[in-house]
């Protein structure tokens, strides 16, 4: 009785053991994934300073998320998550679609900048596209076999208490603006959508509602700095060319 004790102890302890290095191994490879191929990927600087993901329960926490800004643009960063909570289906790590139950995102910073009519948030999302080889997928939405092994499904995405540093070009000044919550549900749900397509759905709906509330905090402040009976935007055709010339007049405004 008593060795048979002894057996079931050291089964335990070795179970036990065996499922902290395997935790311990699956946060340092994730670090170490993002931190290898992140920048190879988005063509910039990206850096994650941990991972701490439970095997049992899915549960799990990436902190210290950075991602640099792409050549051509001068802020330091573009986007800095500090915390993003996830809760995986563990059961599904080994499938050919990873399920992810919920991400999200709290207090994301991001630092907005306009450059020769584009952003440094369409650039990542163009650098994705293009290191990726999502800009060369056929017309069917066929990804090639390397996508193919490693494509993902996200029920629920939330980004939450977002803020944005939106630079004036020339003047070097920024104005803060608050983004509403984001709110994704069944993102990969036809099975087909790779970790590329997630990044850039997710950086395209960021691009989208900091274009759309940038465009109402700098009128709202070129209202109270200027002529109330001014008009804004007028003649401008897109939500981008709009926010050039707000900004423009803004610079100029500024550098008086």
Do not use: W
């Not at 759905?201 to 009128?219: F, P, R, Y």
């Amino acid at each position: 009785m008593k060795k048979v004790l002894i057996v079931l102890i050291l089964i335990v302890v070795l179970a036990v053991g065996g499922a902290v290095m395997l935790l311990s191994s699956v946060n340092s490879l994730l670090v170490k994934a993002v931190n290898t191929y992140g920048p190879e990927v988005m063509q910039t600087s990206v850096h994650l300073d941990k991972a701490d993901i439970s095997i049992l329960d899915g549960k799990g926490t990436l902190e210290g998320l950075c991602i640099g800004n792409p050549e051509g643009f001068s802020g330091e960063y573009a986007v800095r998550l500090d915390t993003i909570q996830a809760v995986l289906d563990t059961g599904t790590l080994s499938d050919d679609v990873v399920v992810i139950q919920k991400i999200e995102v709290v207090a994301p910073e991001i630092f907005y900048e306009r450059s020769k009519g584009t952003d440094n948030l369409q650039t990542l999302i163009q650098n994705v596209r293009k290191t990726t080889g999502l800009e060369n997928r056929n017309t069917a939405g066929q990804a090639d076999e390397k996508q193919k092994s490693s494509r993902v499904m996200i029920n629920e995405l939330l980004i939450r208490d977002a803020r944005v540093s939106m630079l004036l070009p020339g003047v070097n000044k920024t104005v803060g603006i608050t983004l509403p919550e984001i709110r994704l549900h069944d993102i990969g749900k036809d099975g087909r959508s790779s970790f590329a397509d997630v990044a850039v759905l997710v950086l395209q709906n960021i691009s989208d509602a900091v274009l759309k509330s940038s465009i109402t905090g700098i009128e709202g402040a070129e209202t109270l700095l200027r002529d109330a009976e001014t008009k804004v935007g007028t003649g401008l055709d897109t939500v981008g060319g709009r926010l050039d010339g707000v900004t423009n007049r803004l610079t100029n405004m500024f550098g008086k």
